[in-house]
């Protein structure tokens, strides 16, 4: 699974639209409140680690780094 299509499901599982994470995203972190920012941003694939851990956060998650199992 690509980036874009991760996060959109990580969005919808959490049961909100883009407008509300971008919301979210906007007021705790000061990004754009445009969608199509956000849109671009996971079309391209140039989200920045800063910006998932951010976008995890407002989704109500953490960002675990967990050795793989040998």
């Given at each position: 699974m ?9 969005i ?48 109500g998650y ?9």
């Open positions: 690509n980036v874009r299509n991760e996060l959109r499901a990580q919808v599982r959490a049961g909100m639209t883009m407008q509300q994470v971008v919301d979210l995203l906007s007021d705790e972190y000061g990004w754009s409140d445009s969608v199509s920012n956000l849109s671009a941003k996971l079309q391209r694939e140039s989200i920045r680690y800063k910006e998932v851990l951010e976008l995890a956060d407002v989704l953490e960002i675990v780094w967990q050795k793989k199992r040998e």
